[in-house]
């Protein structure tokens, strides 16, 4: 499952809209539903009012009435192993267990993988999944 997370998260980065920062990111989460669901960063002028990969991939996956992450794959163009920055790890804790797997990825495919509790210990905790 983890390449086709990368895939996912690679053709999602794609579509990422950068003008800014020029620095394409993409995500793709496997929900417990066994879809996968994908995002890119979403930059706007009046910085830093975008939105990262994993947050666009969240949404989508929230909005298709899932509520729980089992899998996330990271990718950005300009940095292999780039892991979510701290608001993404958060949210992404929300809707994850402390053993989800996180894969980064670099252009060829996942390089590492850590635990949800491994790239944030210590995270609040839901009392849904905490």
Wanted: proline content about 5%; glycine content about 8%; aromatic content about 8%.
């Amino acid at each position: 499952m983890e390449n086709e997370l990368f895939e996912a998260a690679r053709g999602a980065m794609a579509k990422a809209h950068a003008p800014y920062s020029k620095f394409p990111v993409g995500a793709a989460i496997l929900a417990e539903d066994g879809k996968i669901y994908t995002g890119a960063n979403i930059e706007n002028l009046s910085f830093p009012e975008g939105w990262c990969a994993e947050t666009t991939a969240i949404s989508h996956m929230v909005m298709a009435g899932q509520s729980k992450i089992v899998e996330v794959a990271v990718i950005a163009e300009k940095l292999a192993l780039c892991p979510p920055c701290g608001g993404c790890r958060q949210r992404l804790a929300e809707f994850s267990g402390a053993s989800t797997r996180i894969f980064l990825c670099d252009e060829t495919g996942v390089k590492k993988t850590l635990s949800m509790s491994d790239l944030l210990p210590h995270s609040f905790e839901t009392e849904v999944f905490g």
